[in-house]
């Protein structure tokens, strides 16, 4: 497919990727304004922040459903394409469940863009989905000034293997898949002040599935899990403890981090979606004192397409850490405990 291999495709985005998410904050507002009574127990809504919705078709088994999208977080088409199918079959992954098909989600501007650059960046996403074992089934476009691109994702799972991310327990270990920090490099690709190996690692986290992670973690008695997307590191496992009802300790150093991510952050090269999450959880963290204000954004970071966070028994995980590093590409580590209920929701140290 011909098509002008100088356009910058993140040029055409206000923010990046995830960033240019709506803010926890602003979303909690919107939220409590709603009057959905209608949510009944055959579903999980939004008031949990779970991965997907849940619904119970027999006693057996049960759709989950979610649906992401964003705009362009890489200039090239195809990888753009298919970071964000990636991205978006990562909550039926978090969830335990096995993806069955996909609906496009596509924004364009069809006044400034050659449609060649849509087409790859479709192909992209059927790509991912192949890799996925599912099929993209259609889908809805419009026109716009901002590309966006994403799926609605419908997969299966049984009613005894739901996976939540609220249901972690008291001494669990907190388990990583994949290296943080995809919001501070992208910004930093936007900036043009990442070199090509950079961009390529970072190009590869995000454009891996946790599909493998997904399965070997179901051979465990886990307790919960989330992917980590937008709202971050800190954000996600804020969720997990205040869905379990839970406090957790987590180890900067123990943080699987991009290389070079430090150097970017002490510069303030920090998407402001980042920011935003630290603001909106900072009076549910305790930060010990030699933590810098940079090391503070690393663990709020925006990510996209990021790995798995699963709370495991103390009992089966390094066994289970091993299995992770036997298999994957990205080194898994073990980077906290659920610990309590205490007065803040996450105690971090170094
Ligand atoms: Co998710
Ligand atoms: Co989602
Ligand atoms: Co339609």
Not at 163 to 168: F, M, P, Q, S
Not at 341 to 347: G, L, P, R, T, V
Request: hydrophobic fraction near 35%; include cysteine; proline fraction near 3%.
């Amino acid at each position: 497919m011909k098509y002008d291999k100088e356009i910058k495709l993140t040029q055409f985005s206000p923010g990046a990727g995830w960033a240019c998410k709506l803010s926890a904050n602003d979303l909690t507002q919107v939220l409590s304004k709603l009057n959905n009574s209608s949510l009944n127990d055959k579903s999980i809504g939004f008031d949990s922040f779970d991965d997907c919705s849940i619904y119970r078709i027999n006693n057996k088994q049960s759709i989950i459903q979610t649906v992401d999208f964003f705009t362009p977080i890489v200039d090239d088409p195809y990888l753009f394409g298919q970071i964000a199918a990636t991205n978006s079959l990562s909550d039926i992954y978090a969830m335990g469940g096995t993806p069955l098909f996909a609906l496009n989600i596509v924004a364009f501007p069809t006044e400034k863009l050659d449609l060649n650059i849509l087409s790859v960046i479709l192909q992209g996403g059927i790509d991912k989905c192949k890799m996925a074992k599912i099929n993209i089934l259609g889908g809805h476009s419009i026109k716009d000034d901002v590309p966006k691109y994403g799926l609605a994702v419908t997969g299966i799972i049984d009613n005894d293997k739901i996976i939540k991310n609220n249901t972690a327990k008291v001494g669990d270990d907190i388990i990583i898949t994949k290296p943080i920090g995809s919001g501070i490099i992208s910004t930093a690709i936007k900036k043009e002040l990442a070199n090509d190996t950079l961009i390529n690692d970072t190009i590869e986290i995000m454009n891996t599935l946790n599909d493998n992670s997904s399965k070997i973690m179901m051979k465990y008695n886990i307790n919960a899990c989330t992917d980590i997307t937008g709202y971050g590191l800190l954000g996600h496992i804020n969720e997990m403890c205040r869905g379990s009802n839970l406090s957790a300790n987590i180890n900067y150093n123990k943080v699987p981090k991009i290389e070079t991510i430090e150097d970017f952050a002490k510069k303030d090269i920090i998407p402001g979606g980042s920011k935003n999450n630290l603001e909106f959880l900072i009076n549910k963290i305790y930060f010990s004192n030699e933590f810098k204000n940079y090391q503070k954004y690393i663990l709020a970071d925006s990510q996209t397409s990021g790995g798995l966070l699963i709370s495991c028994p103390k009992e089966h995980s390094e066994n289970l850490l091993d299995e992770l590093n036997e298999n994957l590409q990205f080194k898994s580590s073990i980077i906290g405990e659920f610990k309590e209920k205490e007065h803040f929701n996450i105690f971090c140290s170094h």
